[in-house]
Structure formats: C-alpha cells, structure tokens
C-alpha cells in the first residue's frame, strides 16, 4: 500500500525558514505530480504549491509566490517545500499529495498525514 509521509515542520520565528519533505512508501514517487496544501485551525484546507508530473510546471498561490520552492528528488523518491522568509499566517499543518496536478484538494486522491508548522511573531 502507497503511503506519504510528511517531515520537517517545527517552531520557527518569523523570517525563518524550514524545509518540509513528502516520501512515498511502497512504490516509487517518480513521475508522480505533487501537490501541498496547508490547514489552519478554523480554516479550509488552502492550496500552497504543486509541480506536475515532469517537474516542468509549477504553480503557486500567490500568498506564497517568491518565498516558496516546490521540488523533487527522484533519486531519493521524495519531493519538497522550502518555505522561506516565514510568517506567522503561515501558521498550519501542511500536507502533500498526489494523484493530480492541480490546486483543487478534491482532485488529489492521496493525502499524507500532515506536518506541523507554526510561525512564532
């Protein structure tokens, strides 16, 4: 059975940084596309970025257009979300997903578990 498994998140100050990382269990992640979402308390799940299935094609919602960096890494079956200059909206638990290449939660048919990222002020 294919599992996500979500790393990376923690307690940062704002104008920090993290690196989330999404691993695939029981199969390979190549050629998979990927997307993030993220969740605040209170909140609807919100899509944050996704890279398509050659990594040729990238979007991102512009609330973190220029601080944020979708990859993957083939080698290592895992794909990535560098958040940088953090700021404390940027406070949620983070999940990756596969199945699609879009920025609607309902298109994507495997979640991860989520990780926790919370931005201090």
């Known amino acids: 059975q294919v599992q996500l498994i979500e790393s990376g998140g923690g307690l940062v100050q704002a104008g920090g940084s993290l690196r989330l990382s999404c691993a695939a269990s029981?199969?390979?992640?190549?050629?998979?596309?990927m997307g993030w979402f993220r969740q605040a308390p209170g909140k609807e799940r919100e899509f944050v970025a996704a890279?398509?299935?050659?990594?040729?094609?990238?979007m991102y919602a512009d609330s973190v257009k220029g601080r944020f960096t979708i990859s993957r890494d083939n080698a290592k079956n895992a794909g990535h979300l560098q958040m940088n200059s953090l700021k404390p909206d940027d406070t949620a638990v983070y999940y990756c997903?596969?199945?699609?290449?879009?920025?609607?939660?309902?298109?994507?048919?495997?979640w991860g578990q989520g990780t926790q990222v919370t931005v201090s002020s």
């Open positions: 997903a596969t199945g699609a290449y879009s920025i609607w939660a309902r298109d994507y048919n495997l």
């Open positions: 029981g199969r390979t992640f190549n050629n998979w596309p």
């Open positions: 890279i398509n299935r050659s990594g040729g094609s990238i």
